[in-house]
């Protein structure tokens, strides 16, 4: 039962870490991304921000899960 919640949850986390890197534009914000004008930004802000640190979240979730489907027997 452990392991199959274990199992799901690594799942979301790592579709939930797909959308979060695919709003992540290289190279430019994300008003450019939907059809918006900008330039350079050298600092993340707002939106992007916020994107960023839950990517960053969901990374070390899902690491954790990783590690957790090891050690679950």
């Given amino acids: 039962m452990l392991k199959t919640t274990i199992a799901i949850a690594q799942v979301v986390f790592a579709l939930a870490l797909i959308v979060l890197?695919?709003?992540?534009?290289?190279?430019?914000?994300?008003?450019?991304?939907?059809?918006?004008?900008g330039g350079f930004h050298s600092q993340r802000r707002g939106f992007e921000k916020v994107v960023f640190v839950a990517t960053l979240v969901c990374l070390a979730a899902f690491a954790g899960l990783s590690l957790a489907t090891i050690l679950v027997k």
């Fill in 21 to 37: 890197t695919l709003l992540q534009e290289r190279g430019s914000g994300i008003g450019e991304t939907f059809g918006g004008q």
